[in-house]
């Protein structure tokens, strides 16, 4: 079992769909963060969650709307979603320390997101 | 704000051969940690190697290799004996050093790396 554990792997759904990712780490991590993986653009980071407090909204519309229950556990909510939402969604812990250096980044094998 | 760049979209290298990938990348800031993340077909971001800015010698990991110019901000991978194995993206990426903002990597746009048999 991968310490990040992402489902659905593909998911497709239409615009007035709804629908939710999961995530979970078996890492025993502390933040957890949600990133969108487009084509031929750099990931970009659209949540973040340390010590179970939302503490980064990367500008992100508000169809997305992540939920973190616990620090094993974070949700992407998706809803009236756009053709151009269509990605490959990636889960990552790590454990942040109060100094010095943060763990890196795991991260799940993704779900591939096609909104039609 | 800091960027990424990874200029070369594709590379291909023989098998048992040495490639290097580029990256580069824009910053004001002084203390910083640098990785290269490797993206098979799995869809699995995994940790190849990270440099942290204050060391001067370049990190090793078994066949992988940096070479980490901090005053030319460059930051590139060479990948020795190359492997089947070893296709898939490659990605670098750069994270602040300082506390609150340094959970966030800042990626580039990949390189995709072929194995030729």
């Known amino acids: 079992e991968t310490g990040v554990t992402q489902t659905p792997r593909h998911l497709v759904m239409g615009m007035t769909n709804k629908k939710s990712l999961k995530c979970e780490q078996h890492?025993?991590?502390?933040?957890m963060y949600w990133y969108k993986q487009s084509a031929k653009k750099p990931l970009e980071l659209m949540f973040v969650y340390n010590f179970k407090e939302q503490t980064e909204n990367n500008s992100v519309p508000s169809r997305f709307s992540p939920e973190c229950p616990n620090s094993s556990h974070l949700f992407l909510h998706l809803h009236t979603l756009q053709p151009e939402d269509s990605a490959l969604y990636l889960c990552a812990s790590s454990q942040v320390q109060e100094e010095g250096y943060n763990s890196p980044l795991h991260f799940g094998n993704g779900t591939r997101l096609t909104v039609t | 704000a800091q960027t990424v760049t990874q200029s070369q979209p594709e590379m291909s290298v023989q098998e048992a051969e040495t490639v290097t990938l580029s990256c580069t990348y824009d910053?004001?800031?002084?203390?910083?940690?640098l990785f290269w993340y490797k993206q098979p077909p799995s869809r699995q971001m995994i940790l190849v190697i990270r440099?942290?800015?204050?060391k001067q010698q370049n990190a090793t990991e078994n066949r992988f290799s940096v070479n980490f110019q901090k005053a030319a901000k460059s930051f590139s991978l060479k990948i020795s004996d190359s492997q089947l194995g070893d296709a898939a993206m490659y990605f670098c990426?750069?994270?602040?050093?300082?506390w609150g903002s340094g959970d966030k990597l800042t990626f580039g746009t990949g390189t995709r790396l072929a194995v030729r048999p």
């Open positions: 990426a750069y994270r602040s050093a300082t």
């Open positions: 440099q942290e800015a204050y």
């Open positions: 890492l025993g991590h502390n933040a």
């Open positions: 910053t004001s800031e002084s203390d910083y940690y």
